[in-house]
């Protein structure tokens, strides 16, 4: 069956611009998940939805980064103002209810210039 | 905070090679245990897990126990090819916290 998958793969920005990158989780998944992968470490949690619900967003680095997934489906992560600190791969993961394995999607590799 | 970390790479190996790859943690309680691969051009695969102390997850030949004593979780391979040429990933979860937390990844390159 069909895996997560992440849109664009790539993309680039020029400071001060703004992003949205879109996350199509497993079907039926209803935990879903977004990690930032700086170049050459692991990834590290941003934010985390149980159906359409953010339940927990205290690794979103600043006000400027905003995620939602309104019909407990599709998600979008958007940046506000991009920095190039925010230079990094994102990664969306989903989970099936009662299950620890997530599954992950490509990843969407963003610079920001 | 919970943290994971593993040994420094880049790791190369011969085919047929013997790998370890380590990883220690710390936590309070006793989370689940995984690790996970990521090949070239590929997104974030689990490789294995262990939930409990003195589990052994395995999986394609590749082996790790969950060390409670020394909170480690380290992967092994008896003899690794060509084809385990990746990035590998320590991680834990507790599943009151739901996310995964990250050791900074180990990249293993085999040669012929």
């Known amino acids: 069956g069909a895996g997560v998958s992440q849109s664009p793969r790539y993309k680039v920005a020029k400071r001060g611009q703004d992003v949205a990158l879109r996350c199509d989780p497993i079907?039926?998944?209803?935990?879903l998940f977004w990690y930032q992968q700086a170049l050459g470490q692991g990834p590290e949690f941003l934010t985390y939805?149980?159906?359409?619900?953010?339940?927990?967003k205290s690794g979103l680095p600043s006000d400027r980064f905003f995620a939602e997934r309104p019909e407990g489906s599709v998600s979008t992560l958007k940046i506000q103002r991009t920095q190039q600190e925010d230079s990094a791969v994102y990664l969306c993961?989903?989970?099936?209810?009662?299950?620890?394995?997530?599954?992950f999607g490509p990843g969407t590799r963003l610079t920001v210039l | 905070g919970d943290s994971v970390t593993q040994m420094e790479g880049p790791v190369t190996l011969s085919e047929e090679a013997f790998l370890t790859i380590n990883c220690t943690y710390t936590?309070?309680?006793?989370?689940?245990l995984f690790w996970y691969v990521q090949y070239p051009g590929e997104g974030l695969q689990l490789l294995l897990k262990?939930?409990?102390?003195?589990d052994k997850g395995s999986n394609k030949g590749f082996e790790a126990t969950y060390r409670k004593e020394t909170t480690s979780f380290h992967l092994e391979k008896g003899s690794v090819q060509v084809s385990d040429s990746a990035v590998y990933f320590c991680?834990?979860?507790?599943?009151?916290?739901?996310?995964?937390?990250f050791g900074q990844g180990t990249r293993l390159t085999i040669n012929p």
């Open positions: 262990a939930t409990k102390a003195d």
């Open positions: 993961a989903s989970r099936p209810r009662g299950r620890l394995t997530q599954y």
């Open positions: 079907s039926g998944h209803v935990s």
């Open positions: 939805f149980q159906n359409e619900a953010q339940l927990d």
């Open positions: 936590a309070t309680g006793y989370p689940s």
């Open positions: 991680a834990l979860n507790f599943q009151g916290a739901q996310k995964l937390v």
